[in-house]
């Protein structure tokens, strides 16, 4: 992955996407004893980071003269696949959706508002992977993964640039990790522009796999547990090329409990009038919880899609 590529699908998605906002949070600010800024893709097209992936994906294999006319396919926690769903209905395309049973409705009905046509049938996610996987290989429709693809990678990793532009001296960006695709095209960009400026990835506590295959030098399948952050479980693909990106250009991973979550989502609400998913919120539970520290410092909230029942229960407690 490199900058070339990046600024290649910034150049692609541009027309699509949003550039969001990078806003200094006082509260944060506060708490830390640093700069704290949150870089708001819960603002993104379809309320996630992922459309960055998901339409870079796209366009770039038309760039290629690939086919996309037929269906594609993927598999998601949600995000990906409402993302994916809005490119596909954008250029008018077929989409099949593969997400686990318990995937938070607002994403499913979101998926289902763009058209695309939805298999809420794993377990979890790494059997929803495996289900697509299948399906794509029996239709022989292209599968889109949502973060072993390096178009998808690319796409996420504009968000680097933007960060540098914004604050030229940030110290720290901080990147929630799920299947490595964010935070390996993020890495790739800052190192590439800023290589002092450290990047601290975020895992929930009950699904590290990185961490857990960091510290052993080589990729570890481990039992994910259940998350507020259910953007962030599962096992990433057994050969993802995110791996080897991470070991590259990240600098530390942490991890957060579910306590920790839950409070950096009410904390959101409450001073900085934000609402963001359980995968968004990481970075900040991570500050809040004092494991990572920095004079100037970012953190990506990667999405807004959180049920509403999950959110009012968060913040009334």
């Known amino acids: 992955m490199t900058l070339v590529d990046i600024l290649q699908a910034r150049r692609r998605i541009s027309p699509y996407v949003r550039r969001t906002p990078l806003v200094e949070s006082a509260w944060l600010s506060s708490v830390t004893a640093g700069r704290v800024s949150l870089?708001?893709?819960?603002?993104?097209?379809?309320?996630?980071f992922?459309?960055?992936?998901?339409?870079?994906?796209?366009?770039?294999?038309?760039?290629?003269?690939?086919?996309?006319?037929?269906?594609?396919?993927?598999?998601?926690?949600?995000?990906?696949?409402?993302?994916?769903?809005?490119a596909a209905?954008?250029?008018?395309?077929?989409?099949?959706?593969?997400?686990?049973?318990?995937?938070?409705?607002?994403?499913?009905?979101?998926?289902?508002?763009?058209?695309?046509?939805?298999?809420a049938e794993g377990r979890?996610?790494?059997?929803?992977?495996?289900?697509?996987?299948?399906?794509?290989?029996?239709?022989?429709?292209?599968?889109?993964?949502?973060?072993?693809d390096p178009d998808v990678i690319a796409g996420a990793g504009t968000i680097g640039p933007e960060l540098l532009e914004d604050v030229p001296e940030l110290d720290a960006v901080l990147v929630p990790i799920g299947g490595g695709g964010l935070i390996g095209g993020v890495a790739a960009a800052v190192k590439h522009i800023h290589p002092s400026c450290r990047v601290v990835g975020v895992e929930a506590a009950v699904s590290c796999p990185f961490q857990t295959s960091i510290k052993a030098g080589r990729l570890v399948e481990i039992v994910p547990g259940t998350s507020l952050a259910d953007g962030l479980t599962g096992n990433p693909d057994?050969?993802?090329i995110t791996l080897p990106l991470v070991q590259k250009h990240v600098d530390e991973i942490v991890t957060v409990t579910e306590d920790e979550i839950a409070a950096?989502?009410?904390?959101?609400?409450?001073?900085?009038?934000?609402?963001?998913?359980?995968?968004?919120?990481?970075?900040?539970a991570a500050l809040l919880a004092g494991k990572v520290r920095s004079a100037?410092?970012?953190?990506?909230?990667?999405?807004?899609?959180?049920?509403?029942?999950?959110?009012?229960?968060?913040?009334?407690v």
Not at 100 to 111: C, G, M, Q, Y
Not at 266 to 283: C, K, M, N, Q, S
């Open 264 to 284: 950096a989502i009410a904390g959101l609400v409450e001073f900085e009038h934000l609402i963001a998913e359980g995968a968004g919120a990481v970075g900040v």
């Open 50 to 86: 992922k459309s960055r992936g998901a339409f870079n994906a796209v366009l770039a294999r038309r760039e290629r003269g690939q086919d996309v006319t037929t269906e594609l396919v993927t598999a998601s926690a949600g995000n990906h696949g409402r993302a994916l769903a809005a």
């Open 124 to 148: 979890d996610y790494d059997e929803a992977e495996r289900m697509a996987k299948a399906f794509a290989a029996e239709t022989g429709a292209p599968f889109v993964s949502p973060y072993n």
């Open 238 to 240: 057994r050969e993802t």
């Open 39 to 48: 870089k708001l893709e819960s603002l993104q097209v379809a309320s996630s």
């Open 296 to 316: 100037r410092i970012a953190t990506i909230l990667t999405g807004s899609n959180i049920d509403r029942t999950r959110l009012a229960t968060l913040i009334a």
């Open 89 to 119: 209905q954008t250029f008018g395309l077929r989409l099949v959706v593969f997400t686990p049973l318990d995937a938070p409705r607002a994403k499913l009905d979101a998926i289902r508002r763009h058209g695309a046509t939805l298999r």
